[in-house]
Every structure is written in C-alpha cells, then in structure tokens.
C-alpha cells in the first residue's frame, strides 16, 4: 500500500510548478504570435496586386472563416480536458480516435452544406456584387480544408491535454510558413490571385494535419491494435465527449456573438467608429496571446492534478497562473500604453481614424489587466471539463449583464459599448469565480 505524502513533501513536489509552467506555455505563445504573422503576409502579397478587390475579396472570406472555425474551438478544449485526466495509454488513445471521428462528421457537414454556408454568410457580410464572385471563389476553395482543420484542432487539444505542447507550436509554424511560401509560389508566382491564396492555405492546412499524424502515429498503432470497435468502446464515453463539447459549443457561440454584436454597433455609430474599433480590437484579442498561453498551460496541469485527486498541487497550479497571467497582462498592457501613438500611426494612415483609435485607447490598456480571471479560470475549468458551468457563465454573462449594460450606456455612443464589452469580460471571471470554489472541495485534502 502507497504511503501518503506527507504535506512537506507535497510543498517540495509543488516547486516545479512554475518551471513547469514556463515550459508548457512559451509554445503556446510563439504558436499564437505565428498566426497574425500569416494575416500579415497575406495582407502585404495581395495588396501589392494592381486591382484591391482580391485583397477585398480574400478579407470577407478570411473573417467568414475565422468566425465559422473558432465555433469549432470545442474540439480542441474538450479533448484537451479529456486527455489531461485520462490515465491509461489505450484510453488516451480511444480518446484521440473519437474525437477525430466527431471533428470528421463535423466537417464532412460543413462540405455538404458548403455552398448554403457561403451564400449566407455573404449575403449577412453584404459584399458588393463585385467582391460577391471572388469571396465565393475563396471560400469554395478553403472549405476543402475543414476536415483538416478541424481534425488538427483535436490533435492539438489532446497535445495540449498530455502536456506536450511544443508540438502544437511546431504544427503551428510549420502550417503557417508553408502557407507563406505558397502564397508567394501561387499569388505572386503564378498569378492566381485570391484563389491561389486559397489553395495556399488548404495545402498548408493539409501539411499541419499530417505533421499532426505523423507525431500521433503511435497512438494510430495503438486504435489500429484495439480494432476500431474495442477502441469505441474504451475510455471515456463518447456520449459524454459529445455532452462536453455541446456545452462548450454554445459557450462559444455566446463568446461569437459578443464580438459580433461588438461589430455591429460600432458600424450603427459610423463608419469611422467602426474602423477605429476594428483596430482596437485587434490590439486587445493580441495582447490575449500571452494570457492564452498561460490558459492553455493551465489546462493540461489542472487536469493531471483533477485526475491525481491532489488539491494542494491543484490549488497551487491556480495560484501560480494567475500571478503569471497577470504579469503578461501588466507586460502587455504598459507595452500597448508606452507604445500607442507608434501603433496607431502603424495600423491606419487616416487622420480621423488614427484621432478615434487614440480617443479610446485607454480600453485596450485597461481589457486585459480586467481579463485574467477569466482567461485563467477557462483554462482550469476547461482542464476539469466543467463545461456545463462555463456555458451558464457565459450566457449569464453575455444575456444579464453585456446586453443590458449595453442598453443603459447607449447614450454614451461608442464609449458606452466599450465599457459594455470591459463589464462583459468582468462578469465572465465574476461567474467563473463563484463556481471555483467548489472545484477544490471535490478533492481530497490529501492525494490519495
């Protein structure tokens, strides 16, 4: 019979929580940071092109995709909670199949439903008659890659989950610098305009997925050993993982809306309201890369001490990253302050743009520093897959208090709907926080 630690030995065995911590996250981050990079190179290859409407073109697509896949985003944090507690080798494995045959059916969904999808979202995007034509083009072609995406959003989810995250980061680059090089072989090359651009990123995409495989192949033995009926039988019920993800779906639709509605009331207020916002917001979702690399390190950690039944570890990895999340939300927000005026004459070269960004700065400094609670209680609570409780959150969230401060504050005009979306992100780690408490007195006082 195992002997129980005793608690100075539980301190001694806390002490790798930090480095631990560090390790896990810096890939996280890098893999972020690689993203805007990609946004970047396609911005700079097609703006140099003589007619702006590919540009146009592939900007419409790109938002419509982003939107649709980021719905998805539960594939990879329910599997990513999954595999955290999962203990066993064949449960890992089994775990890994199902949520691959989940994100298949999806997708396979998605491409029979491709040409609906697109004729929607165009027409809620109300793109002129002459973009109509190159955004569906686009989109025709990207959506041939959604099973590769969505696929790659579980592998990196149960990566994450077992704590291998430098994997993730390799995918990540190895997806975005292949989509560089063919977007420079295709656009620039070949002159395929905005649908080489598209065909550039399904191969990209297509590389990352088997980079992904590749790194999983003993896993795939694994499943392939087990027979396909034993492996869905095994571990965790799929109708569980289905429940998981169905509550962390609507989570995240209620998170899409928010950011929607953000858009749309700002385009209510102006044109150049909603170009300057536009800008904003695209400085506070990158200042959230270093909170989101401390989040996703907290999920695999939260998850081996959840699985562990060890409160003292569990508690000790919830406190080290929230002082480390709120050291990158400090860094972030000092370094948005010091360097604003350099960053707005960087985003936009119209004077009445650049006056309103500056004008309403003060709220891309303060969202981060008021967002750490619940970016770091998504991570824990996506690590004990709590879902059920971060959709309630959410929607609470979203529906009792954004909407309704929004309502209040519309005489305000757009600084109003600002501090609307600051409250929002306030009572998401507020509803967060409530529920926490009970997470811990679910585990022993001691690990068993």
Known sequence: ????????????????????????????ILGNLSVPLLGLVDTAVLGHLDDSRYLSAVAIGTSLLAFLYWGFGFLRMGTTGAAAQASQREERSALLFKAMVLALIIATGLLALGPLLI????????????????????????????????????????????????????????????NIFLDLLFVVGFGWQSDGAALASVIAEYSGLGLGLYVLRHNLA?????????????GLPMGRL????????????????????????????????????????????AAAYGMDGFAHATEGLVGEAWAEGNRARFLAIC???FIWCGVSALVASTLLWLGRDLIVQTMTDLPA???????????????????????????????????????WCMLFSVVVVYLPCWWLTQPWG???????????????????????PKLPRQLPATPP
Not at 5 to 21: E, G, V
Not at 120 to 137: E, K, Q, V
Not at 365 to 370: A, D, E, K, S, T
Not at 417 to 423: E, H, Q
Request: net charge positive.
């Open 222 to 234: 694994d499943i392939a050993r087990m027979g396909l009926p034993a492996a869905w039988r095994s």
């Open 119 to 178: 004729s929607m979202g165009l027409a809620a995007m109300d793109a002129p008659g002459d973009l109509h034509g190159l955004a569906s083009s686009y989109l025709s072609i990207r959506l041939f890659s959604a099973p590769a995406v969505l696929v790659t959003y579980c592998m990196v989810g149960w990566l994450v989950g077992r704590q291998q995250t430098r994997w993730p980061l390799i995918i990540a680059l190895v997806t975005n610098l292949s």
């Open 1 to 28: 019979m195992a002997t129980r630690p005793s608690s100075d030995s539980n301190i001694t065995d806390n002490r790798d929580i930090p480095s631990r911590l560090w390790s896990l996250a810096w890939p996280m």
């Open 319 to 321: 406190k080290y990253c």
């Open 242 to 285: 289905i429940a998981s993800n169905r509550h962390l779906f609507i989570r995240t639709a209620a998170l899409l809306f928010s950011f929607a509605f953000f858009t749309a009331q700002g385009t209510a207020l102006g044109q150049n309201i909603v170009a300057a916002n536009a800008i904003l917001i695209q400085l506070v979702l």
């Open 414 to 436: 757009n600084q109003g709907l600002w501090l609307a979306f600051a409250v929002f992100h306030i009572a998401r780690g507020l509803s967060l926080a409530v529920i926490f």
């Open 353 to 391: 743009i650049r006056e309103l960004a500056q004008h309403y700065f003060g709220w891309v400094v303060l969202i981060p520093l008021i967002s750490v609670t619940c970016y770091v209680l998504d991570g824990i609570f996506i690590g004990v897959m709590a879902s059920r409780a971060m959709q």
